[in-house]
């Protein structure tokens, strides 16, 4: 993918969210039997045509909530979600739905938000080039950043605003990274105590690896001391994505779909692949002593992480949807409404749940239940060994965009106002 593609990817999902209205609803993770629901006309049509037999009983609805229009969700914390508007940033306790605290969005000109970043310390929210930092118990205020200063001078000022912002490993500095144009980024590091700016650069934080950040811009890959921000090596190649492989091996994609493995401390390359893999892939993900990954059109692969060595890939019949991994299987979403599993190891196919639908948030898995949810707003809990689904239920009548599931609940996130919210790809198929 393109910076130009990811960049204009960023900011139609900005906008996007921009125009969403929020529905969360919570279940409790123990079986129960259901709450009284009358199902909508559209969940009975589907059920009829999409029938999948469950062998228990959804647990029951703990709550549900709705929020203003135009409010998005980007943190999740121990105890809390973290959701920001055009007005109101606000802290929803998890365990009953209720706004622990609301206050008002930092206030800036063209109103572009930034993701929220937070941990049980504190919560960090952007609004266009303004950062500010709150306690994530009270919503008191700690401090506030205009970062208007680092912008480039070729960068447009009705378009530069933060775009992500990510805590580091010891949550002692936050990275935000600011959209400059279509091929330009600029990241900055801020105490997280007092927002003071430690370093910035005209390049995009990829991944953080010991002490060390790796960086990418559309002409080189660098990496800088996080503390500092001082280069420690350079390379004269791109890269899009990238993931940790043990204590300092990073393996990166560039803009062409090849991926090269090398030492984050010195840049040493220590393995390339032979050609590039169709392009955009989704993030890589490292696990069981193989990096996986899921091409542009659905192919899933494995590589091995100490070689790039091809170890197998499953048939191009999947989405681009993050796929869950665990010590045994990786869990991808299909195009004929199923999710599959495949064995971690060899790539063998072990079983094929039927979802009824499109899955359009990344499934997930916690403990022996892999949690998938769809396009027609039903969420399934599906045993991770053999396939069959514990239990189904409708927990919207539109597509749910996002699952968070952990051992004590599930919760999900649906927009009534967006319907079309199934994998591209499976759009157009």
Not at 7 to 13: K, S
Not at 126 to 136: E, F, G, H, L
Not at 248 to 277: K, V
């Amino acid at each position: 993918m393109s910076w130009t593609q990811r960049g204009g990817r960023a900011l139609r999902n900005r906008q996007m969210r921009a125009a969403a209205t929020v529905l969360l609803l919570a279940l409790t993770a123990t079986t129960a039997a259901p709450p009284s629901r009358t199902s909508s006309a559209s969940h009975n049509r589907h059920a009829a045509s999409h029938r999948v037999t469950a062998v228990e009983q959804a647990p029951p609805v703990r709550w549900t909530a709705t929020f203003p229009y135009g409010a998005h969700l980007d943190a999740v914390t121990r105890d809390s979600w973290f959701l920001q508007d055009s007005d109101t940033i606000r802290a929803v306790d998890i365990a009953t739905g209720t706004t622990r605290w609301r206050v008002p969005s930092p206030v800036v000109a063209t109103a572009m938000r930034g993701l929220v970043a937070a941990d049980d310390h504190a919560i960090y929210a952007a609004r266009d080039t303004v950062v500010q930092a709150r306690d994530s118990s009270t919503g008191s205020f700690r401090w506030e950043r205009n970062l208007s200063i680092l912008r480039p001078t070729s960068a447009d000022p009705d378009l530069f605003g933060v775009i992500s912002a990510r805590l580091s490993r010891t949550s002692d500095v936050l990275y935000v990274v600011m959209w400059a144009g279509s091929t330009q980024r600029v990241t900055a590091a801020l105490r997280t105590r007092t927002g003071a700016v430690l370093w910035h650069t005209e390049s995009e934080l990829l991944n953080e690896i010991g002490s060390t950040c790796l960086m990418s811009s559309d002409t080189q890959t660098q990496d800088v001391d996080c503390l500092s921000g001082i280069p420690q090596w350079k390379a004269d190649q791109t890269a899009q994505t990238a993931v940790t492989i043990g204590s300092a091996i990073m393996a990166a994609c560039d803009n062409e779909g090849r991926i090269r493995s090398f030492n984050a401390l010195t840049g040493l390359q220590l393995w390339e692949t032979a050609s590039p893999y169709p392009k955009p892939l989704t993030t890589l993900q490292a696990a069981n002593g193989l990096i996986y990954f899921t091409d542009y059109n659905g192919r899933l692969y494995a590589l091995d992480a100490a070689t790039g060595t091809p170890r197998w890939s499953a048939p191009t019949d999947l989405t681009r949807k993050t796929p869950a991994i665990d010590r045994d299987h990786v869990y991808a979403t299909g195009l004929d409404k199923h999710l599959y599993a495949f064995d971690a190891t060899t790539g063998a196919r072990v079983w094929a749940a039927p979802t009824g639908d499109y899955i359009t948030a990344d499934p997930q898995v916690v403990e022996n239940t892999v949690y998938a949810a769809g396009k027609d707003g039903r969420l399934h809990a599906i045993n991770r060994t053999n396939g069959t689904h514990r239990w189904t239920t409708p927990a919207s009548d539109t597509a749910i965009t996002y699952l968070n599931a952990t051992a004590d609940h599930i919760t999900t996130l649906t927009d009534p106002n967006t319907r079309e919210q199934a994998d591209p790809i499976a759009q157009q198929r």
